[in-house]
Every structure is written in C-alpha cells, then in structure tokens.
C-alpha cells in the first residue's frame, strides 16, 4: 500500500488504481506527495481558439567584449543570450529565422514535444536541411501538454556555444497556475561556456585530426563570465533581490562540454521543476545541470541583507582522461536592495564541490521525483512493447578518407552506441527520407542489444580493441504508441565518463539509476513507477546505467543523442523513426513549404 501526502499536507492512505500498479508499488510503502488537492485536479477548463505568439530572430555576427577582447560571436537578435520567449501552454508558436551568419545554421526547440511537428524541431540533417547564409526558415509549432522552462538553440555544428536562449512556459490562463506559491519575480539563469576562439574553427580544427577539440576560456551567467576572470568586473551578472521575497530561477545549463555545478553562498534552494516536469519540492544547497537540463528553483531572499556570490564550475568526471579540462568559475552577485555595495568589499563566496564530486552530483539527480498530479504529469507506461539495452561509448574508427588523424594508432576519436557511430546523412534529412520512403539514405538495422555482452564498466577496457567502432546510418523503428524501454548502459573503454542523454520529441521516466553494470536480477526492484522524475536529458552516471521509459506517440524522426557537443559529432546519437497511427490526428503533415534543401 502506498501512503499518499496531499500538497495541503494532509496525508491519507490511497491503494492506487490498477492502471498504473505495478508489484512494485503494492510491495513497499511509499512516501508520494500528490499535487493538486483532489476537488481542483477534478476541475478545468477548455477553450478552443488558438493563440498564436510570433517571433522574428535576425542571426548574424556580433562582436563583444569578453576576457579583455572584442571577439566575433554569432548570435540572434544581437544579444548573449539571445532573447527570451514566453508563451503559455496552448500557444502556437511561430518564429522566423532569418540566417544573416557565414554559417549553416538550425534552431531547436529543447524539450518541446513538437506533437505533429517534427518538421519544426531543428537538427541539422535529422528533421531538417540546414539554413544556408541568406535564407531563412519560419519554425511554426503548438505547445500543448508541458510548461516550464525550457530553452532554444542552435543544433548544426557547435553554434550553440552562442545561439540560444530561454524558452519559458507559462501555464494557460484560467488553468491551475503553479503548484507553489506564486513567486514574486521570475528570473531566467542561463549557464554557459564561453571560446576566445571561433567554436566553428575549434570543432573543425579536432574533426580534421581526429583528436579532442580545445576547451573553453571560461563559464558564464547569462552570458557574462564574472569577476574572478580578467578585465571582466563590467561583465558580471548582477541580481538585485528585496529582503524577503521569493525568486523563481529558470535555470538552463547551455554549456557545450560541461556539466555544472552550481550554488548561491548561505541560501537554500527549492527544486520545484526540472525539463519543464514539477518535481516534488526537493531542497539542496547546490544544483547540479548537464547541458541540455533545465531546473526550476525558488531562491528566498531570506539571509543578512548584503551581497553574495553565485557560482558555477564543473562537475568534471572523466576518468582515465590526462586531458586538461575548463577549471574556471563564474560568478554573478546577489545583491539585496538597499545595500550598497561598498567599494573594496567582496561578496560572499560558497564553497563549491569538488570538479569530480560525483557523490553529490548523484544525490541531487536520483533524489529528484515527479510530483503526482500535477499538471501534465503522467504515469509510467505500464506496458513495455520494446525493451532495448543500450552501451554507451567512446572509442577509436579509421580515420576516413585521405584525412591523416592524430588519434592513437593513426586513429580518429569517435563515440558510438551499441555499438554504432552515428553517421548523419547527406542530402536529404533522415525525416524527408522517411515521409517520401527515399531509399539509401538509412538502414532500419539500429540494434536492441550490443552485439557483445562484456563488462561494460571494467577499467581495464580503456585500451580494449573492442573499443573499435564502424559508422552507420543505423535508425530503430517504433509502432505508433509504442512503450519503449531503454537500459542505458555506459562504457569503459577509452574512459568512463557522465554522458547526458537527449531524448527528441518525448520526455521520459528516469526508473532507477546507478553504478557499474546494470544487474536485471537486482536493479529491476530498484525501479520507481510511483513518482520516477520526468525528464528529456538523463546524466547516466560516470561508469554506470540509467533506466528510461517513453511512449512513442508522435510520429517523425527523432533523435537520441549525448549533449555534449565533443560527442555528438564523434556519432554518440541513433535515430527512432516513429510510424504514424491509424487516424489523422496521429499522421504528421507534409512539410512546409519553405523546408531548406541541401
Ligand atoms: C488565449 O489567450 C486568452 C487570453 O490570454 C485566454 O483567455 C485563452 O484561454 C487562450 N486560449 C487558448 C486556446 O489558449
Ligand atoms: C528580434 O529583433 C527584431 C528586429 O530586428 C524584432 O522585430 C523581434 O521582435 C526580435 N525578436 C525577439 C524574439 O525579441
Ligand atoms: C562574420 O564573422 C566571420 C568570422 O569572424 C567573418 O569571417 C565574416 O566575414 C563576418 N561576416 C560579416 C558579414 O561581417
Ligand atoms: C587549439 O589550441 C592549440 C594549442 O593551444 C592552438 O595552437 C590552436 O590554435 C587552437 N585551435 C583553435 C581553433 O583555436
Ligand atoms: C586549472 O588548471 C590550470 C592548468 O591546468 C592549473 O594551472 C590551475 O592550477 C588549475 N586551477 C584550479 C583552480 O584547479
Ligand atoms: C576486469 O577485467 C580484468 C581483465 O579481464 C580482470 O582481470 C578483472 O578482474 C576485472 N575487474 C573486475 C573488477 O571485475
Ligand atoms: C564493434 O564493431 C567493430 C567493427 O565491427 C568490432 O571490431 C568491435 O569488436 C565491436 N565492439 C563491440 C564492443 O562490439
Ligand atoms: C495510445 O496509447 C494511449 C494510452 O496508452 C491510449 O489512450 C490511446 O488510445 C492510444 N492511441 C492509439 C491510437 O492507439
Ligand atoms: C551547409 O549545408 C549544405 C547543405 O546541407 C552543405 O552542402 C554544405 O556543405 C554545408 N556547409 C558547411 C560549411 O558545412
Ligand atoms: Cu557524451
């Protein structure tokens, strides 16, 4: 029997349904709270007009100023962040893209469900040509079924290092609004990694030799690297708070390579959402963001007014990896109103873990619930259709064409999943291919198990030639409605290493997570279906496995893929081609007429 506390904190004793029971939940007794109270999850309302909400984003070349330089960035708008979007929950949105950049460029909309849309949802070569110079795309999508923050950004090459901003949803008006107390102000928190070099030169400079890419200079809030670094106390991120009030941060690691950690000195912070899903309020002093995440927090200005820093440095977690890494801090300030900020004081600093902390990184991720419920929360797929295991890894594939590459053995570094490298197509993107049934451009061969069961995580598998890999054009095709079950499963060979998954079109349950080789026998018990965080980026642990549910109820094509931009292109990505359903509501359209062609 599971013990059930209401938001209102009553607590009453509920045997759930059998439509979400599974043995796991009638065995244990579990602490869920559930959100709203019973009499308002019963009302609600509907209305049927759309709303439509238009965005223009010029892309083009912009010098800043950063680390004492005035560098040439590309960005939208003409602004690092590029502007925020604020819908609600319903909205249609429409944004054209007018690409005024030297570059090939994509927009994705991270996290958004694009239902109906994949045409819209941005990877270069998987749903989309890229926009060449002097073209545009007009991205037009409905987002229904999720609110929160989530975020946009470039998806072609590493654009992203400077293209992307905060894409926030607020729920429909008339609707339930949050299930916490209305925060005073909103604030978007955008955490980024910052290159005194062109990112497109440094990520083909690596490509063309086959080794790991240069790091960055530096990390940024909000696109301002902080004080500690050179010629940068103009360059600080600045939030100014009255005593008392509560903050609603919209965070968003954007960073490239990194993963993050993150904390204001003497003051707690609420976790009330994480990749636009409510979790269950989860109270830390340090927040934890692998590119792609997002976590909305309630910050209380309620300490000695003055001034105190925020900071964010990395959770560096490679092992077996002499390579050096960005060990730098960014800090912005949180500055009570009223008090001025004397010359010559300094703000207050926390003490932030140590790079490779992985202890604390995990508590935070496997401490995270979803909050029952609340809106568009869900249940676990209680039915499985398809059960995959996955490997995730880095290794070593022949150098390719007349290319001389710098990797060991004359090798180029590389990054697979079962197996596989993932090798984009040309020509046409993986979803035109799809809608039109053009043969040649993909396989339907992507694997439900590594060919080879091994110990995955044995150390002694860095300099296995089982770390040799092939590239493919491998997709895995799902049914219409699909339940897709996915043990991710890390590698050792090369190095171990924290790989942050990116799921395209879908959020997931984050069943169970942990360390070495995932043990069906053991780690199945582990499995949460009660309130499992919702999610559509999972760290998998440094050496370890996560376990990830999703329904496959949106046909097009859809990426999988590690959101470290160092990986993606080494291939760590594979495909679902989602078959369309049976009725019109669940066929995607043809696309737009204005798609790029390659
Ligand atoms: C459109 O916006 C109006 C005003 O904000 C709101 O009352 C209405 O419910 C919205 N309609 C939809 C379909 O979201
Ligand atoms: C971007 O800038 C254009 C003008 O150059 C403006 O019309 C548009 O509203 C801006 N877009 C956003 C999302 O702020
Ligand atoms: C934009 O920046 C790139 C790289 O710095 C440069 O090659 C190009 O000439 C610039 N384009 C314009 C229109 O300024
Ligand atoms: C990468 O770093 C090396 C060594 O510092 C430097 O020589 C090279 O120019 C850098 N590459 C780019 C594209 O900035
Ligand atoms: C960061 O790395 C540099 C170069 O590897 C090293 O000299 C420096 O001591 C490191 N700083 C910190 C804070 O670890
Ligand atoms: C890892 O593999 C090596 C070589 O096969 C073996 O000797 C060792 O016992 C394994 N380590 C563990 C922890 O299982
Ligand atoms: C992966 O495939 C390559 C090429 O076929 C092979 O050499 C290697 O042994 C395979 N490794 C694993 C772990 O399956
Ligand atoms: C898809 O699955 C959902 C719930 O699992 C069900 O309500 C819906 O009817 C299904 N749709 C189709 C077309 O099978
Ligand atoms: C830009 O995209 C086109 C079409 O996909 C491709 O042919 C071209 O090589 C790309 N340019 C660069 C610099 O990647
Ligand atoms: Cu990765």
Redesign the pocket.
């Known amino acids: 029997m599971a013990r059930l506390e209401l938001f209102t904190g009553l607590a009453i004793s509920l045997i759930l349904a059998a439509s979400t029971a599974s043995a796991a939940i009638i065995e244990h007794s579990l602490h869920v709270r559930i959100w709203p109270p019973l009499h308002i999850f019963l009302a609600g309302a509907s209305g049927s007009s759309r709303n439509y909400s238009r965005s223009l984003f010029q892309v083009q070349n912009l010098t800043v100023r950063r680390l004492c330089h005035p560098r040439v960035i590309t960005a939208v708008n003409g602004s690092l962040p590029g502007p925020t979007i604020r819908v609600s929950e319903g909205d249609t949105l429409v944004v054209h893209v007018f690409n005024k950049s030297p570059y090939n460029l994509t927009i994705h909309w991270h996290g958004i469900f694009q239902l109906l849309s994949a045409w819209a949802d941005g990877p270069s070569s998987i749903t989309q040509c890229p926009i060449p110079p002097g073209s545009s795309y007009t991205y037009r999508f409905t987002i229904t079924g999720q609110e929160g923050t989530l975020w946009w950004h470039a998806h072609v090459s590493w654009l992203r290092a400077s293209v992307y901003g905060a894409l926030i949803i607020h729920p429909k008006k008339g609707h339930l609004g949050y299930p916490f107390p209305k925060p005073y102000k909103e604030v978007p928190l955008i955490l980024g990694e910052w290159w005194n070099a062109n990112v497109v030169d440094v990520e083909d400079q690596a490509l063309a030799l086959g080794v790991p890419p240069n790091i960055s200079d530096a990390f940024t809030i909000n696109g301002q690297p902080g004080d500690l670094y050179p010629c940068s106390r103009k360059h600080t991120y600045k939030l100014k708070v009255r005593p008392g009030k509560t903050y609603l941060l919209r965070m968003i690691n954007a960073a490239l390579n990194n993963q993050l950690f993150f904390k204001i000195a003497d003051h707690k912070l609420k976790v009330v959402a994480v990749d636009a899903s409510y979790t269950n309020p989860y109270v830390t002093d340090v927040i934890v963001l692998s590119p792609g995440q997002t976590a909305d927090v309630l910050l209380t200005a309620d300490q000695i007014p003055g001034s105190y820093y925020m900071a964010g440095r990395n959770y560096f977690n490679a092992e077996n990896v002499p390579l050096p890494f960005d060990n730098t801090t960014t800090t912005g300030i949180l500055l009570y109103k009223g008090t001025a900020s004397l010359p010559g004081t300094t703000p207050k600093m926390p003490l932030l873990p140590a790079f490779n902390d992985t202890p604390t990184a995990h508590k935070f991720s496997s401490s995270l619930t979803s909050l029952v419920g609340a809106p568009h929360w869900i249940p676990v797929p209680a039915e499985v259709d398809e059960k995959m295991f996955m490997t995730i890894?880095l290794g070593l594939s022949p150098c390719g064409g007349r290319a001389t590459c710098q990797g060991p053995n004359g090798l180029r570094f590389s990054a697979s999943m079962n197996?596989v490298s993932f090798q984009a197509p040309t020509g046409r993107s993986l979803l035109e291919a799809a809608f039109f049934g053009l043969k040649g451009f993909f396989t339907t061969d992507f694997p439900d198990t590594?060919?080879?069961a091994?110990d995955y995580t044995n150390r002694s598998l860095a300099q296995s030639?089982?770390?040799?890999?092939?590239k493919g054009t491998r997709v895995k095709k799902l049914k219409y409605n699909a339940t897709v079950e996915i043990v991710l499963q890390n590698t050792a060979f090369i190095g171990v290493e924290n790989h942050p998954m990116h799921l395209h079109g879908f959020n997931f349950h984050v069943l169970a997570q942990g360390f070495g080789n995932f043990n069906p026998a053991n780690d199945r018990k582990k499995f949460n279906f009660v309130n499992p965080v919702i999610r559509n980026t999972i760290g998998v642990p440094v050496g370890g496995w996560a376990v990830i549910r999703f329904q496959a109820n949106n046909p097009g094509v859809w990426m999988f893929h590690c959101h470290l931009d160092v990986h993606l292109p080494w291939g760590l990505a594979t495909v679902f081609v989602v078959e369309d359903g049976p009725t019109p509501s669940s066929t995607l359209p043809p696309p737009p007429a204005d798609l790029p062609k390659c």
């Not at 030639?465 to 092939?470: A, D």
């Open positions: 890894s197996n590594p060919p080879l091994f030639p089982l770390g040799f890999v092939l």
